[in-house]
T-cell receptor
Framework: DAGVIQSPRHEVTEMGQEVTLRCKPI?????LFWYRQTMMRGLELLIY????????DSGMPEDRFSAKMPNASFSTLKIQPSEPRDSAVYFC?????????????FGSGTQLSVL | GEDVEQSLFLSVREGDSSVINCTYT??????LYWYKQEPGAGLQLLTY?????DMKQDQRLTVLLNKKDKHLSLRIADTQTGDSAIYFC?????????????FGTGTQLKVEL
């Protein structure tokens, strides 16, 4: 298995532009998570899905952030409009339900820079 | 609430043992985890421990859990330069939608020759 695949690896954009981050989870995994990592806040959970359904989006910072999972093999995280404070590394992770044991597999992340 | 704390830095010499510590707050956590993050990469699961255990050994890694004090530690024996990375502990907490992980701030381990 190729693992969790994220694209792009790096994104540089200007303030106000729309940004879309993409994720392909590991086949067979029924949970998908979006995390954001910054020096100031560390690793923050933004949203997670179970069987393509959003379960907890309480970590999504503002209405400018939205996430979708149209099918079991694809998810997007969209920021519209983007702001400089959104600059961070965004990770996607997936896991298989295992009686409460959340063994997450992470992608390599998308480094986002908003100028 | 959920809060997982770690010291920010640890420096050791190659061949020595490293001990990375973590404190957590949710006494109902069922599993606790250690993840490793190398530069430019995502987090990689190293090991985990079920909350009814107090120790788990996996090759060079030893996890100790003190549930009374809510303290978790990771010991790396014979530390190598390839062990240089950021190490995150995480606790699994039950929410309305299922279990979710709360990560610590991470400990930067530097291994010197």
């Amino acid at each position: 298995d190729a693992g969790v695949i994220q694209s792009p690896r790096h994104e540089v954009t200007e303030m106000g532009q729309e940004v879309t981050l993409r994720c392909k989870p590991i086949s067979g995994h029924d949970y998908l998570f979006w995390y954001r990592q910054t020096m100031m806040r560390g690793l923050e959970l933004l949203i997670y899905f179970n069987n393509n359904v959003p379960i907890d989006d309480s970590g999504m910072p503002e209405d400018r952030f939205s996430a979708k999972m149209p099918n079991a093999s694809f998810s997007t995280l969209k920021i519209q409009p983007s702001e400089p404070r959104d600059s961070a590394v965004y990770f996607c992770a997936s896991s298989a339900a295992d009686r409460g044991n959340e063994k997450l597999f992470f992608g390599s992340g998308t480094q986002l820079s908003v100028l | 609430g959920e809060d997982v704390e770690q010291s920010l830095f640890l420096s050791v010499r190659e061949g020595d043992s490293s001990v990375i510590n973590c404190t957590y707050t949710d006494s109902s956590s069922t599993y606790l985890y250690w993840y490793k993050q190398e530069p430019g990469a995502g987090l990689q699961l190293l090991t985990y421990i079920f909350s009814n255990m107090d120790m788990k050994q996996d090759q060079r890694l030893t996890v100790l859990l003190n549930k009374k004090d809510k303290h978790l530690s990771l010991r790396i024996a014979d530390t190598q330069t390839g062990d240089s990375a950021i190490y995150f502990c995480a606790e699994s907490t039950l929410t309305g939608g299922g279990n979710k992980l709360t990560f610590g701030t991470g400990t930067q381990l530097k291994v010197e020759l």
